[in-house]
């Protein structure tokens, strides 16, 4: 039988008071405990101690007594005795898998128990009943795995661990979220089995809390920026998503429906619900739900911007709305109007693993289903409505329409055919650009009817670019117009015509005219063709291929696809271009038939060109088609083709509204660190006159692109800033030892300065590589090598692990500037590398005090960073460390004395380093020595083997976080050397401190029955 403990309320004491347990470095986790046991939240906090009674070792999670009750009482027909529930429990121990461990949170444990019965799904959490569950929250959750850890925050319902909370507190120099989501990335492999279980990991400090899948990139991780269904200050921005996150009904709603796990190329990820689809799903809910509204009232449009994740929120919805019973199993039909698109969403869907889906093969295929009351969900294109009989669902209200890019799938027949097929049924529209002219109307297609008479807008508050572009779920949109003396937009093309042909006869001109457009004949000129793809290889060679990004370049139509086709190929190489163009034998000329890649190698194509030409994964060196760096295509991925990689986009066609929102939009989505912005060069000559072609409200359409010069701007900007943070005067730029000293020296003892400066760095690298190479830039390079090198010695100094020499986070201007003005060996030379051992200090003995101090306040901040995640017997040590620098910076403690509290420090920690690698044995007799100096090495061995004879009778894994057992075991102890040893002098004075000092050490090495040699 699995080991059971009591978990009656006498064991689960009323909980201390929380302030108690925290210092000043762990104030977020009292603030964050404090509000999640609020009435409002309904959390309980238990502390460590009553946790850890609850768990047969550091090495398990789950907490089994609390579990085995839980699932009892969830399942009293199924687990009918103690069995029963081992069987369950032995199979939930036994599972690393995180994605099935959310099937089983999702839907219950499928298990057989007699062959004699049917397989019966046994739940873990109650669904429907929020106080059915036990809701804990504890702190110092020791685990381990690996490595020893301990994760500041865990919550777990019914036993069972779902979110991971790191804190970080931001007046620390440069800890912020992001050290808290990068510690989980870290603990995800050494304590792996705490996150098999795991929904979703956080990362905060006191004014900002992001969460997101432990692990994966810090670019996906989100805040969420709504407190529903609470009313919280919206500019309290940690407080609105501390009760958003962890409102008990709203996590079990990301539990059930708005996790998934995403499939693509052979690679799984794990995706988390944003906030903007979480809330627009609640209010498709709300309206397919309520079956006494009309059917004009169950309506809507919802407007979120291009990138946003229309696509993965209709999956969330269809999911949802599947599983709502007031639906009684509905038809959910995703409607697509592009066959592209729905190829697109079809992947999404296959790729999550939603079930009951039915892809509609043909229109008699797809009248069949809805007359056949088929249940679940279609995926379909409203193009298989045309002539679709009337009342086909037979006016079900069970019948929901989720369309995409609902702005095209609503007008003229097509749509008319939709509305009367599906009539009686809830419409729901999903766009990122919206059309409100007077003959084509997105609200007034897909929006509700009012009681006034009147259409709603949208449904909910439109998600803008801005909204996006503050979360970080698009990157910002700089354009650059490019030989502008090409340009044809507007009045631009008769310039242009009347410049190339305006030598020739009137006739002559007439006769170009009449064989094709004036638009035409300019588009396709050989010379301008030859002279645009110039521009564009050198800008893709300088700016886009060094960093391993790609690029699209769009045009007219066909045969100018296939000009740009050819000539790009000759400059970059057959393997490198590729044409993407709808395929229409009949009409296409021979010359354009052999661009076609054909329906196969087409989709071939659109995954592999996904992954980075230069991967060295082994899974890709098969994947031909991922040394494709530029497409180029005229109508087709134009909307739906959802390329992270993608950064420039060569614009040459004449787009207007919402063509050329979508257009731009590919190159908006974030893909990594380096990929600050995407970029749009215009050929066409559109966005001088932007306005003009987008018919929208700019106060609700957002900034969605930024001209170019407005990233000179921004570094110009950065760069001051970071310049500013060392005066001349104190920091020559004479490139000396010194000079690095006194800036570093700034860094550490300015306030915010090392955050400023690590946060801004970063910023202006990614700056940098956008722009260089740039004629404008060449004043700046020197003084960002400077900042290069200083950001290089910083990070060596204060974290030795990072490397000093180049690397793949610098990106390729940068590589390359280090490689030409920095010198890695010689700068190792300059600022070597320590280690804290006995000849630390001796090595620094000739140093200047204030190179000095900084070396040695660099090694102790370091080498404590380390050991207090470790071992909370360095904690003193921590703070000790706080209080020099802390005195330093306020002027209070200088020169000599700085130094030899440091080097006091120093052969402290080195110590405390030297003590904790000891075996238990040896530091027991350490203390016992050190308690009588008169007592040989051999009785001091002789007491230590007896204490650990004697703590063997008493001690447990996990004994030192259950604060019982200190008086049992220092009881036992004082006894042991009252009695046997009390002729060895050890009694004298306060024999219970010493008696304390032994439980410590025993405690600090988390010593085990057996473990004599630890």
Not at 200 to 227: I, S
Not at 278 to 292: E, F, P, Q
Not at 298 to 315: A, D, F
Not at 334 to 352: F, I, P
């Given at each position: 039988?699995?080991?059971?403990?009591?978990?009656?309320?006498?064991?689960?004491?009323?909980?201390?008071?929380?302030?108690?347990?925290?210092?000043?470095?762990?104030?977020?986790?009292?603030?964050?405990?404090?509000?999640?046991?609020?009435?409002?939240?309904?959390?309980?906090?238990?502390?460590?101690?009553?946790?850890?009674?609850?768990?047969?070792?550091?090495?398990?999670?789950?907490?089994?007594?609390?579990?085995?009750?839980?699932?009892?009482?969830?399942?009293?027909?199924?687990?009918?005795?103690?069995?029963?529930?081992?069987?369950?429990?032995?199979?939930?121990?036994?599972?690393?898998?995180?994605?099935?461990?959310?099937?089983?949170?999702?839907?219950?444990?499928?298990?057989?128990?007699?062959?004699?019965?049917?397989?019966?799904?046994?739940?873990?959490?109650?669904?429907?009943?929020?106080?059915?569950?036990?809701?804990?929250?504890?702190?110092?959750?020791?685990?381990?795995?690996?490595?020893?850890?301990?994760?500041?925050?865990?919550?777990?319902?019914?036993?069972?661990?779902?979110?991971?909370?790191?804190?970080?507190?931001?007046?620390?120099?440069?800890?912020?979220?992001?050290?808290?989501?990068?510690?989980?990335?870290?603990?995800?492999?050494?304590?792996?089995?705490?996150?098999?279980?795991?929904?979703?990991?956080?990362?905060?400090?006191?004014?900002?809390?992001?969460?997101?899948?432990?692990?994966?990139?810090?670019?996906?991780?989100?805040?969420?920026?709504?407190?529903?269904?609470?009313?919280?200050?919206?500019?309290?921005?940690?407080?609105?998503?501390?009760?958003?996150?962890?409102?008990?009904?709203?996590?079990?709603?990301?539990?059930?429906?708005?996790?998934?796990?995403?499939?693509?190329?052979?690679?799984?990820?794990?995706?988390?619900?944003?906030?903007?689809?979480?809330?627009?799903?609640?209010?498709?809910?709300?309206?397919?739900?309520?079956?006494?509204?009309?059917?004009?009232?169950?309506?809507?449009?919802?407007?979120?911007?291009?990138?946003?994740?229309?696509?993965?929120?209709?999956?969330?919805?269809?999911?949802?709305?599947?599983?709502?019973?007031?639906?009684?199993?509905?038809?959910?039909?995703?409607?697509?109007?592009?066959?592209?698109?729905?190829?697109?969403?079809?992947?999404?869907?296959?790729?999550?693993?939603?079930?009951?889906?039915?892809?509609?093969?043909?229109?008699?295929?797809?009248?069949?289903?809805?007359?056949?009351?088929?249940?679940?969900?279609?995926?379909?294109?409203?193009?298989?409505?045309?002539?679709?009989?009337?009342?086909?669902?037979?006016?079900?209200?069970?019948?929901?329409?989720?369309?995409?890019?609902?702005?095209?799938?609503?007008?003229?027949?097509?749509?008319?055919?939709?509305?009367?097929?599906?009539?009686?049924?809830?419409?729901?529209?999903?766009?990122?650009?919206?059309?409100?002219?007077?003959?084509?109307?997105?609200?007034?297609?897909?929006?509700?009817?009012?009681?006034?008479?009147?259409?709603?807008?949208?449904?909910?508050?439109?998600?803008?670019?801005?909204?996006?572009?503050?979360?970080?779920?698009?990157?910002?949109?700089?354009?650059?117009?490019?030989?502008?003396?090409?340009?044809?937009?507007?009045?631009?093309?008769?310039?242009?015509?009347?410049?190339?042909?305006?030598?020739?006869?009137?006739?002559?001109?007439?006769?170009?005219v009449s064989q094709s457009s004036t638009l035409d004949v300019l588009l396709k000129l050989p010379k301008r063709i030859e002279q645009i793809v110039d521009d564009a290889v050198i800008h893709f060679n300088e700016h886009v291929r060094p960093n391993g990004f790609k690029a699209m370049l769009v045009c007219k139509d066909k045969e100018t696809v296939r000009l740009y086709t050819e000539a790009l190929r000759a400059r970059l190489g057959g393997e490198a271009v590729m044409a993407v163009i709808s395929e229409a034998p009949k009409d296409d000329p021979d010359a354009v038939k052999a661009l076609y890649l054909g329906e196969v190698k087409r989709k071939k194509l659109l995954n592999e060109f996904l992954i980075p030409v230069q991967s060295e994964m082994p899974e890709h060196q098969d994947k031909e088609l991922r040394k494709v760096e530029l497409l180029v295509v005229c109508d087709m991925l134009l909307t739906g083709f959802d390329a992270p990689i993608l950064q420039a986009l060569y614009l040459d066609k004449n787009l207007r509204d919402h063509g050329l929102l979508q257009t731009i939009a590919r190159v908006n989505r974030p893909y990594n660190e380096l990929k600050g912005q995407g970029l749009v060069l215009d050929y066409y000559g559109i966005f001088d006159h932007l306005n003009e072609a987008l018919n929208y409200r700019p106060e609700e359409l957002g900034d969605i692109a930024f001209p170019f010069e407005r990233i000179r701007e921004h570094f110009r900007r950065q760069f001051d800033s970071l310049w500013a943070l060392f005066p001349e005067e104190t920091v020559p730029r004479d490139g000396s030892h010194s000079a690095f000293i006194a800036a570093m020296k700034i860094l550490r003892d300015g306030e915010g300065a090392e955050k400023t400066f690590d946060t801004g760095y970063r910023n202006l690298r990614v700056l940098y590589e956008a722009l260089q190479p740039d004629e404008q830039l060449r004043d700046y390079v020197r003084p960002y090598a400077w900042l290069t090198k200083l950001y290089m010695l910083y990070r060596k100094k204060f974290y030795p692990d990072a490397a000093l020499e180049a690397t793949e986070e610098d990106a390729a201007r940068t590589r390359e500037l280090i490689r030409q003005h920095i010198d890695v060996e010689e700068l190792e030379k300059a600022f070597p590398t320590y280690v804290l051992d006995e000849h630390f200090l001796t090595k620094l003995r000739d140093k200047k005090p204030d190179a000095k101090a900084l070396d040695i306040e660099a090694m102790l901040t370091a080498e404590l960073r380390v050991r207090l995640d470790q071992d909370e017997t360095f904690r003193p040590l921590s703070e000790k460390l706080q209080r020099i620098i802390d005195e330093k910076r306020a002027g209070t403690l200088a020169g000599i004395a700085l130094i030899e509290e440091l080097e006091s420090l120093t052969e402290a920690v080195r110590s405390a380093v030297e003590e904790s690698k000891r075996p238990i044995g040896q530091q027991l007799a350490l203390k016992i020595k050190a308690r009588n100096v008169a007592l040989t090495e051999t009785q001091a061995a002789e007491v230590a083997a007896a204490i650990l004879d004697e703590a063997d009778k008493h001690c447990f894994s996990g004994w030192w976080n259950v604060s019982s057992i200190d008086p049992e075991l220092s009881k036992a102890l004082l006894l042991l050397v009252a009695g046997r040893f009390s002729a060895m002098g050890l009694l004298a004075g306060d024999v219970m401190e010493f008696i304390g000092q032994l439980v410590q050490v025993l405690k600090r090495k988390q010593y085990k029955p057996g473990s004599k040699d630890a």
């Open positions: 039988m699995v080991e059971t403990r009591d978990i009656s309320p006498g064991y689960l004491t009323t909980p201390p008071t929380v302030a108690r347990l925290f210092n000043e470095e762990t104030t977020v986790e009292r603030e964050i405990i404090e509000h999640l046991q609020t009435p409002a939240l309904g959390w309980t906090y238990h502390s460590r101690e009553q946790v850890a009674g609850l768990r047969p070792d550091e090495r398990e999670v789950l907490l089994l007594p609390l579990l085995r009750e839980k699932l009892k009482a969830l399942n009293p027909v199924i687990l009918t005795d103690e069995a029963r529930v081992d069987a369950i429990i032995i199979k939930l121990r036994a599972c690393r898998d995180n994605r099935q461990w959310l099937a089983w949170l999702q839907n219950g444990v499928n298990y057989q128990f007699d062959p004699s019965e049917k397989a019966k799904d046994v739940r873990l959490i109650h669904f429907d009943d929020l106080d059915a569950n036990e809701w804990w929250v504890t702190n110092q959750f020791p685990v381990e795995g690996n490595s020893s850890r301990r994760p500041d925050m865990v919550l777990l319902i019914n036993g069972i661990p779902v979110v991971v909370i790191e804190a970080k507190t931001a007046s620390r120099n440069k800890p912020d979220w992001r050290e808290g989501a990068k510690q989980l990335g870290m603990y995800s492999a050494e304590i792996d089995q705490l996150f098999y279980t795991n929904a979703y990991g956080v990362g905060v400090n006191e004014t900002r809390m992001m969460y997101g899948v432990p692990g994966r990139r810090l670019q996906f991780w989100l805040q969420w920026r709504d407190p529903w269904p609470h009313g919280i200050d919206e500019f309290d921005e940690m407080k609105v998503s501390l009760y958003g996150l962890f409102d008990r009904a709203n996590m079990l709603d990301f539990i059930r429906h708005f996790i998934v796990f995403m499939t693509k190329d052979g690679k799984t990820d794990k995706v988390v619900v944003r906030y903007q689809q979480y809330l627009a799903v609640k209010d498709i809910l709300g309206r397919a739900t309520d079956m006494t509204l009309p059917p004009e009232k169950r309506r809507g449009l919802i407007w979120h911007t291009q990138g946003s994740g229309k696509t993965l929120t209709m999956i969330y919805a269809a999911r949802s709305l599947w599983e709502d019973p007031k639906l009684n199993q509905p038809t959910v039909i995703l409607l697509v109007d592009r066959e592209q698109l729905g190829n697109q969403m079809d992947r999404e869907l296959m790729a999550t693993g939603t079930e009951n889906v039915h892809v509609a093969a043909s229109k008699r295929d797809l009248e069949a289903k809805l007359a056949g009351d088929y249940r679940g969900v279609i995926l379909t294109t409203v193009h298989l409505f045309e002539g679709m009989p009337k009342y086909i669902t037979k006016q079900r209200q069970n019948v929901i329409v989720m369309a995409d890019e609902a702005h095209r799938t609503q007008e003229r027949e097509l749509g008319t055919y939709m509305r009367a097929a599906v009539d009686g049924a809830s419409l729901f529209g999903f766009t990122g650009t919206p059309i409100e002219k007077d003959d084509h109307n997105t609200p007034v297609a897909w929006g509700q009817v009012k009681d006034d008479g009147t259409i709603e807008r949208y449904m909910g508050r439109p998600y803008t670019v801005t909204d996006a572009l503050r979360d970080g779920v698009v990157k910002p949109i700089h354009w650059q117009p490019r030989k502008t003396d090409w340009q044809l937009y507007g009045a631009k093309l008769d310039l242009a015509f009347k410049r190339e042909f305006g030598h020739l006869p009137e006739a002559e001109q007439n006769r170009l």
